[in-house]
């Protein structure tokens, strides 16, 4: 195995997020960042963003 397999393979922390304004997103690269100093891998991958009709709440009962 070359070293870039073994790297590929080595267990990691997934951090996933979704922002929608950045803030979210700054916590997310410093929860990698402890995760980094701790003395393991961190990998940071965000969401698509989320639609429209989904992002605000529909009533349970239409109306």
């Known amino acids: ?3 870039t397999q073994d790297n590929l393979n080595a ?10 304004h ?3 997103k700054e916590l997310a690269y410093l929860i990698a960042q402890g ?3 701790a003395g393991m891998r961190a990998r ?3 969401v698509p963003t989320v639609a429209p ?3 605000v709440a529909k009533p349970a009962i239409p109306e």
């Open 44 to 46: 940071i991958r965000t």
């Open 22 to 24: 950045g803030t979210t």
């Open 11 to 20: 267990p990691y922390v997934l951090v996933l997020y979704y922002s929608g």
């Open 1 to 3: 195995m070359t070293s």
């Open 35 to 37: 995760i980094t100093e």
């Open 53 to 55: 009709e989904t992002a």
